[in-house]
């Protein structure tokens, strides 16, 4: 089973780069299942469920999220009816939408995706350790193939839990810093994993966002509204092959499309 993932969608930017470039990689690649974490596609922060709809139109199968998927209120009764789009499963119980998914692949049988969301400098959320071996191991009785994407702050926090879940799952992918990183590997029992599966969105930009502003902001130590800018705009993904049979990555490769 070959997994497309690709890296926070951000803005308009970021959606028009999925829309030029998706079917063009799902030619070359021929992946079974493509994954996407759309949590800023909306202006930068949120999603709303129009774009939503349009995202899983172009042929992202299942959309992740993280602690931004909270930031348009309309997305909650949308989180309750489409399972496609997922939020972190360590969120309190009684939040709308669901942890996890899942689907038919293309042609490699059925995948699980897991979303998780990191503690360290982020919300005092329930243990994704915990929650991850909880959810694995409910996700095992339908499929060994198992994909998470790990939204955290910190990469101790998300080398540590690719560690831990080493053998259990298939990959897991760190989303949320949006800066691709260069440390892709298959851990010794089978588990694929990257630290940050980067960006889609604009390449002149401070993670995503007007470099004008945030350098204010680091400079003022004030609120600055951020905005989305135009210009140049990469894609980062990455391709994982996965045994269908065992749940075992076999290999896990990174790639950086500029527009």
Do not use: C
Not at 16 to 42: F, S, Y
Not at 65 to 75: F, M, P, Q, T
Not at 205 to 212: A, Q, T, W
């Amino acid at each position: 089973m070959k997994v497309l993932f690709i890296g926070d969608i951000i803005g308009e930017p970021g959606r028009k780069m999925v829309r030029a470039q998706l079917r063009g990689m799902v030619e070359t690649l021929h992946p079974d299942l493509v994954i996407a974490n759309g949590e800023n596609a909306a202006g930068g922060f949120g999603i709303t469920s129009e774009i939503a709809d349009e995202l899983l139109f172009l042929g992202i199968d299942v959309l992740t999220s993280g602690n931004h998927v909270w930031d348009k209120k309309e997305i909650e009764p949308y989180l309750g009816k489409q399972d496609r789009l997922i939020r972190p499963a360590n969120y309190p119980e009684g939040n709308a939408g669901f942890g996890s998914v899942v689907v038919s692949t293309r042609s490699a049988g059925d995948a699980a995706v897991l979303n998780l969301e990191g503690r360290v400098f982020m919300s005092n959320l329930e243990d994704p350790f915990r929650v991850a071996e909880r959810e694995i191991e409910k996700l095992k009785k339908q499929t060994p193939v198992i994909i998470i994407d790990f939204h955290a702050e910190a990469t101790s926090e998300k080398i540590a839990l690719a560690w831990h879940l080493d053998g259990k799952a298939s990959a897991v992918i760190g989303t949320h810093t949006h800066v691709q990183t260069a440390d892709e590997r298959v851990l010794p029992n089978g588990t694929a994993f990257i630290t940050d599966a980067g960006m889609t969105g604009p390449t002149d930009s401070v993670i995503g966002v007007k470099k004008e502003q945030a350098i204010a902001r680091f400079l003022y130590q004030t609120p600055h509204r951020f905005e989305i800018p135009k210009g140049p705009v990469h894609l980062d993904a990455v391709v994982i092959d996965i045994d269908s049979f065992t749940g075992k990555a076999k290999t896990i490769e990174r790639i950086h499309i500029k527009s």
